[in-house]
């Protein structure tokens, strides 16, 4: 393999996570590296994604992070430093334009690496990219990183964000333990998460069980069809033991016939303008609780600080989101494209990850859903092995810099 | 002033904070103290408040807190550990009953301090208690610490919890402007924070700007009357110069006539089952903004994670909410009874707080609301002078002691 000289550009994509600057701060140490080989020259980053490499709206990422102290900032900064996108590349014979404007840019910066952080869509931009270049002679290499706080992604054992946001959820939930069991009357929280397709994120509720504290009482995953009258149930027959109930439940559970909790249960609500909205899960929730059961009840929605509370994020999340994006850049240098980087776990009772390289274009677009042995047998807990697995992501507290009471952010 | 010996019972009420129970730890601490003078032998816990105590539900604090490291453990558990009530105390000409039983637990267990953590009415509960007692020649000392998120009661600078609630909703709105800032399209986000009559905790929500961030682009209070024309006419205005809007809004705003934000626009929502349902009033902008500007739109409320982020307390608030529950101790030995504890902040430049006590008889039930020199003009947003009053309260951060990734707790 040839050593392949000359520039290079990263980019984020898709819905932000509390790790994605750290993935990102991984790919400059690496290209910082790699310019101490003589081998890449300059790091742009694209600002939106390729939306904003089409407009070629880069900024230098090697002479801004000649700064030691702003990567250690970037790592604890939420959300995507460079902006974000949700294109969905089209193939070349569809939209052989954008494809030739590419290139364009490509030779006129001299870009011979590509980097992209982001989820499917983003492997796929991925995978036509480095198709593309190899088919029209343009050398280049492209490597993607993986990043949602979802962990659907197949090829990688964990997917970078998700250990940061199951903290906070796990951290969440155990302080809204201690929140609702104040009183000694009847109540129930619902907590909604987030987690259209995979209950990954849900399940992370389960965590305080190995904190000293307990697990919510109910957890509902996507994974199970959701069944009204056995919700309930559980509810009459947990409240006999204690009267304050906590139950987790993911934004995208459904009924038995396929219909979305989320779009309720035949009543249909109207906003204040007389539209039909659809109210979440946690709502329809608590307002079956509220007919049925007619304690207490109140339903919360995480919404975005599960993404976004980089001041919890896990030590163990940051360290291999780093790691990945610095070990995309290696893999790159040394000769492979059309690969998304990977975070591989070892066998054996100890905690330990190395990370690999997937071809993209074996990676089927399936997400990854949690598997049966992580689910109880009444479809509403998770397992030991279940917890087993969670528990080493959401390990470690990142040592996070404050400027005046807040964490401290840096704005690209 | 004669010395009174004998034991002393603490008890915590209303809604949970972040910091009630290091005021807990507080008392405790004072009241070890006063063991090794000689003044107080043993401090009792009561479960659930005064309804506990009445029911003799009661826990020996000074063998539990013998072991200092608990006490740690107990700054940094949020929500109440002895457990909370929300009982109003009659007069004892309306409930002899009730308060003849007191007198009988307080001589049964010879206690002669009652320390009471707890919004307005258990300051009303002190009041009575102390006044009852030395009616009926019962040497007793009563004292009261404040504690509220809300930061809305008189005589004390600020109340012991609300420091940490506006350290999480400063944190939230930092990192969520980051969050929203990602794509390049038209977007309104709405943050509903808690506080019915007072604005303080949504004020809370323009301290990024101390921190190398910005405030959200507009603030309403329920200071001032909320025009929902005016509203959209900013929203209008303001995406002129930036696509991505934030909102931070109190759940307690009203129209001009009076009306709750909350109730809605005049459509009204039904729930699944067809009843009418209040839907707070982030939603209620939510929907406003969804008719009238047309471009996608969220809302966010903060809920539960207010009060008891005890993750992301502010080493302001815990310190000195240990401080005034110590405090108590030493104006109730010395023999000041009927009397709440304060914080009150010095005059000049560098913050500083020393502790008070205040006659509670003294303090109407009035609200302290924000006065008018902290809200802007245009009443949406905070001043200089406000966010002046509100930086110090967020400072510091508390070395939280993790288990297995997620804060320790204590449960009594």
């Known amino acids: 393999m040839t050593m392949l000289k000359g520039n290079a550009v990263v980019g984020q994509s898709g819905g932000p996570t509390a790790a994605i600057n750290a993935t990102l701060a991984g790919v400059i140490k690496g290209a910082l590296a790699a310019k101490g080989e003589g081998i890449i020259d300059t790091l742009f980053g694209m600002r ?14 090697t002479d801004i992070f000649s700064d030691e102290r702003k990567l250690e900032i970037l790592k604890q900064t939420p959300s995507a430093a460079l902006g974000s996108c949700r294109k969905k590349m089209k ?16 030779k006129k910066y001299n870009i011979r690496y590509f980097f992209y952080i982001g989820g499917n869509d983003s492997m796929d931009t991925v995978s036509k990219l480095s198709q593309f270049a190899s088919e029209h002679d343009y050398e280049m290499r492209v490597v993607g990183v993986p990043k949602t706080i979802d962990n659907d992604l197949a090829a990688t054992d964990h997917t970078p964000g998700f250990g ?49 504290g307990k697990a919510p009482d109910l957890i509902y995953l996507p994974e199970r069809s959701f069944d009204p009258e056995k919700f309930i149930e559980s509810i009459n027959e947990l409240q006999k033991d204690h009267p304050a109930l906590l139950v987790a439940v993911s934004e995208g559970i459904r009924f038995a016939d ?3 909790v989320g779009e309720g249960l035949g009543g249909r609500k109207v906003d204040a303008f007389g539209h039909v909205a659809l109210s979440g899960a946690g709502k329809v929730l608590e307002d079956l609780v509220k007919e049925r059961v007619g304690c207490k009840v109140r339903s919360i929605e ?7 509370a980089a001041h919890i994020a896990s030590l163990t999340d940051i360290t291999e989101s780093v790691g990945v994006g610095f070990a995309a850049v290696k893999y790159a240098t040394e000769g492979k494209t059309g690969v998304m980087a990977t975070i591989d776990r070892a066998d054996g009772e100890e905690y330990s990850v190395s990370y690999g390289a997937y071809n993209i274009a074996e990676i089927a677009n399936a997400v990854k859903t949690v598997p049966d042995e992580y689910i109880n ?25 404050y400027e005046n009471g807040m964490p401290e952010h840096i704005v690209l």
Chains 1, 2 share one sequence.
Do not use: H
């Not at 939106?48 to 990422?61: D, K």
């Not at 047998?377 to 810099?401: Q, R």
């Open 48 to 61: 939106n994604g390729i939306e904003g490499f089409l407009q070629e709206n880069l900024i230098n990422l």
């Open 91 to 106: 193939s070349p014979e569809a939209d052989p334009e954008t494809y030739e404007k590419l290139i364009e840019i490509f």
């Open 164 to 212: 940061s946001a199951a903290k906070f959820v796990a951290t969440t939930m155990k302080e809204l333990i201690r929140d609702i069991s104040v009183y000694s009357m009847k109540a129930v929280t619902i907590v909604e998460v987030m987690g259209r397709d995979a209950g990954w994120l849900t399940a992370s509720a389960a965590l305080p069980v190995i904190s000293g």
């Open 258 to 260: 396929g219909r979305y």
């Open 302 to 308: 995480l919404n975005l600080p599960q993404r976004c």
């Open 377 to 401: 047998e009444t479809s509403d807990g998770i397992t030991e092995a279940g917890i087993n697995y969670l528990k080493p992501l959401i390990m470690g507290e990142c040592p996070v810099v």
